[in-house]
C-alpha cells in the first residue's frame, strides 16, 4: 500500500532525526553521535556499562537499518531508502521489533534512568528527547504527559516501549511525527 503524503513527511522526520549532519544520508557516524550526545547529557562517561550497552544496540540496530534499506549497498542510508524501507513495514516485522527495537529502547531507557529507579521521570524524559531526538522542552514535556498513561509522574518501561511501538511498527503510526525539534 502507498504512503500518504502525511506518512512520507513523518518518515522525513524521522529521518533527520538520524541524519544530525544533514549530509543527506544515516551513517554509522551519526548513530555514534546521537549516543554520544544522549550519554554526554545524562553524564556517562565513554566507559560506563549503560553507555557501551548503547553502543551495541545501535549497532545491532545499524545492521538492521543496512539490511532492509541500503537499496544500493553504499554503507550508508538515504531518505528516499529510508523511507521506502520503513514504507514497507521493515519495524513492522514483530521479529525485527523484539530483537532489535526493544532492545535498543531499553538501553535507551537505561542511560536515561539518571536515578537508577527502573523509569523515566518528566526530567529525564524531557532531558532525553532534548538530546536523542533534538525536542524542545515545551514539546518532550507535552510528550511526556500524553505517554503517562497511568498518570504517576514517570514513564515505565512498557509505557515507554508502547509510545516507540505504536509509532514505529503500527502501520498506521507512521503519519504520527516525532516532536517538533527546537
Same mark, same amino acid.
Given at each position: @500500500?502507498?504512503?500518504?503524503?502525511?506518512?512520507?513527511? $513523518?518518515?522525513?522526520?524521522?529521518?533527520?532525526?538520524?541524519?544530525?549532519?544533514?549530509?543527506?544520508?544515516?551513517?554509522?557516524?551519526? #548513530?555514534?553521535?546521537?549516543?554520544?550526545?544522549?550519554?554526554?547529557?545524562?553524564?556517562?562517561?565513554?566507559?560506563?556499562?549503560?553507555?557501551?550497552?548503547?553502543?551495541?544496540?545501535?549497532?545491532?540496530?545499524?545492521?538492521?537499518?543496512?539490511?532492509?534499506?541500503?537499496?544500493?549497498?553504499?554503507?550508508?542510508?538515504?531518505?528516499?531508502?529510508?523511507?521506502?524501507?520503513?514504507?514497507?513495514?521493515? @519495524?513492522?516485522?514483530?521479529?525485527?521489533?523484539?530483537?532489535?527495537?526493544?532492545?535498543?529502547?531499553?538501553?535507551?531507557?537505561?542511560?536515561?534512568?539518571?536515578?537508577?529507579?527502573?523509569?523515566?521521570? /518528566?526530567?529525564?524524559?524531557?532531558? #532525553? @528527547?532534548?538530546?536523542?531526538?533534538?525536542?524542545?522542552?515545551?514539546?518532550?514535556?507535552?510528550?511526556?504527559?500524553?505517554?503517562?498513561?497511568?498518570?504517576?509522574?514517570? #514513564?515505565?518501561?512498557? /509505557?515507554?516501549?508502547?509510545? $516507540?511501538?505504536?509509532?514505529?511498527?503500527?502501520?498506521?503510526?507512521?503519519?504520527?511525527?516525532?516532536? $517538533?525539534?527546537?
Amino acid at each position: @500500500m502507498p504512503l500518504t503524503e502525511s506518512q512520507a513527511h $513523518a518518515l522525513a522526520l524521522r529521518f533527520q532525526h538520524w541524519d544530525r549532519d544533514r549530509n543527506g544520508f544515516i551513517e554509522w557516524s551519526d #548513530l555514534e553521535a546521537a549516543v554520544a550526545r544522549l550519554a554526554e547529557a545524562f553524564g556517562r562517561n565513554p566507559g560506563a556499562p549503560e553507555r557501551g550497552a548503547l553502543v551495541s544496540s545501535c549497532r545491532k540496530f545499524w545492521r538492521v537499518l543496512l539490511r532492509h534499506a541500503d537499496a544500493d549497498h553504499d554503507g550508508r542510508i538515504s531518505q528516499d531508502e529510508y523511507v521506502a524501507a520503513f514504507g514497507s513495514g521493515v @519495524m513492522g516485522d514483530p521479529g525485527v521489533f523484539d530483537d532489535v527495537f526493544r532492545a535498543l529502547l531499553a538501553d535507551v531507557m537505561r542511560l536515561a534512568d539518571a536515578d537508577g529507579d527502573g523509569r523515566l521521570g /518528566e526530567e529525564e524524559f524531557v532531558r #532525553l @528527547m532534548g538530546s536523542w531526538y533534538n525536542a524542545g522542552e515545551a514539546d518532550a514535556a507535552a510528550l511526556f504527559e500524553l505517554l503517562d498513561t497511568d498518570g504517576d509522574g514517570h #514513564l515505565s518501561h512498557g /509505557e515507554f516501549v508502547r509510545a $516507540a511501538s505504536d509509532r514505529f511498527v503500527d502501520e498506521k503510526s507512521v503519519s504520527h511525527a516525532p516532536p $517538533a525539534s527546537r
